[in-house]
């Protein structure tokens, strides 16, 4: 038996156990990819109540500000402005920092990076990713610059992050902005400093589903101390002054309720990264030797959430595909995620707008076809996780059988209308 690998009795024997095909499911209750982290629960209690006796709720609060402080330290950053959400965190960012006509963005991530851009008239163009990081190919960046790009943003997706060393080069040699969105990756690093402190700014997101949340919640971060004090005003509505406005302006503040779920979970931050480690380590052990089946590696020198367990399928080699390893999970009640299928590029309203973009993201239409996120967190224990292990070998160990079955059931069907 390998290291971190559990003896579990066999959850299917025969291809007929699978629940796709009539079995008793592998679990009652659904197994989530994103089930919220939540920490020390009377401690959250507690600031709700002070919050809630001293009636300040919202606008720049007592817990905002804290949160604020506490992020800034975390990441070694100078300046956090925490915001509603992590999109419009991005939004105010990328409008601060003056960006405007065409900015690189990669197609592989969530729509949200996409349309922080489009939703102020600014062109994202998709630009590919290495295979191996899923983050943004510096080289490939550098062919799609146009006299019109005005900024580059990178993703660090999974919380594995770019090669910020060579989009940094890029952006300077070009006299571009540069931009991380960082929502998947609070806590990681890059050569041993915190993500945070790169580029012009980095945006994270505390929504319900990252490992640390703050119910709904984000925060841009920088050492750019009048960029800071334009993203403040930025966020509120653009006032300087009880009645005066200095500029156009939105309502991205974060409530005070979020900020104390935000720092109720700060608390426990070293925690939730010590489970979602324990997790990937035993996901690697357990799935190891699998014909076609890898995870994404994190870099075990740098510090890292450990918050998705990202597997992808060759299916060349496993014969069922992804679609069909998702289909049989969640029969089984593991509700796993193809994050970021079909890529923003495939999606509207970019699709209409340029619809041969894949011609150039042949690495991305790839990974979309490839990936399957599988549920981690301080919700699923290591049985649990032992079970989902099985049951993904028994698929395609069971490959040529599960596919015929599979592809008889979907013939058999009476079909809904002609
Ligand atoms: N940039 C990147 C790279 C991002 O990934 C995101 C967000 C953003 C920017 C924007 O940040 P925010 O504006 O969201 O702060 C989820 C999240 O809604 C989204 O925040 C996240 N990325 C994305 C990767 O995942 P969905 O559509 O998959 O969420 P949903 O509702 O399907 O939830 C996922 C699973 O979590 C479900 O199986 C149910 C479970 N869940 C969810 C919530 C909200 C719970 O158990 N409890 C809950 O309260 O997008």
């Not at 075990?300 to 080699?317: A, T």
């Not at 496993?318 to 796993?336: P, Y």
């Not at 011609?359 to 996120?373: A, F």
Request: aromatic content about 8%.
């Amino acid at each position: 038996m390998s290291k971190g690998k559990l003896e579990l009795d066999p959850v299917k024997v025969v291809v007929g156990d699978l629940a796709l095909f009539g079995g008793q499911p592998a679990f009652q209750d659904a197994l989530h990819v994103g089930r919220p982290n939540i920490g020390n629960r009377q401690r959250f209690e507690e600031r709700v109540g002070d919050i809630l006796d001293r009636k300040w709720l919202t606008n720049n609060g007592k817990y905002v500000k804290e949160f604020e402080q506490r992020v800034a330290e975390l990441t070694g950053v100078e300046h956090c402005v925490v915001m509603c959400n992590g999109t419009v965190a991005l939004e105010i960012a990328i409008r601060s920092l003056g960006m405007t006509g065409e900015v690189i963005v990669p197609s592989f991530t969530f729509i949200a990076t996409a349309h922080a851009l489009q939703w102020q008239e600014i062109t994202p163009v998709f630009c590919d990713v290495n295979p191996r990081t899923h983050t943004l190919d510096p080289e490939k960046v550098e062919q799609m610059i146009t006299p019109r790009t005005t900024g580059i943003i990178g993703v660090h997706l999974w919380g594995g992050v770019c090669d910020i060393d060579a989009l940094s080069q890029i952006a300077r040699r070009h006299g571009l902005k540069l931009l991380f969105d960082s929502a998947h990756a609070f806590g990681c690093s890059y050569n041993n400093r915190m993500i945070g402190g790169f580029g012009d700014a980095e945006v994270f997101s505390f929504h319900a589903t990252k490992f640390v949340n703050s119910l709904e919640g984000g925060a841009v971060v920088t050492n750019d101390a009048e960029l800071a004090r334009k993203m403040r005003l930025m966020k509120n509505f653009g006032f300087t002054n009880y009645d005066r406005a200095d500029y156009i302006g939105i309502n991205g503040k974060m409530n005070e309720v979020s900020a104390a779920m935000g720092l109720t979970n700060l608390e426990s931050m070293d925690d939730f990264i010590a489970v979602n480690h324990r997790h990937y380590k035993q996901y690697m052990a357990e799935l190891a030797g699998i014909e076609g089946i890898t995870l994404l590696a994190y870099d075990e020198e740098e510090r890292c959430n450990y918050q998705y367990v990202v597997c992808e399928i060759d299916q060349s080699r496993t014969i069922v595909t992804r679609d069909q390893l998702m289909e049989i999970l969640h029969k089984e009640n593991v509700l796993a995620r193809r994050y970021f299928y079909p890529g923003c590029h495939r999606m509207e309203p970019y699709r209409s707008y340029f619809p041969h973009a894949g011609l150039l993201l042949t690495e991305t239409e790839k990974l979309t076809n490839r990936v399957l996120c599988l549920p981690t967190g301080i919700s699923v224990n290591e049985n649990q996780i032992g079970a989902i292990c099985q049951i993904v070998r028994f698929a395609v160990e069971n490959g040529v059988e599960v596919n015929d079955m599979m592809n008889e059931v979907k013939e058999s069907a009476i079909p809904l209308s002609r």
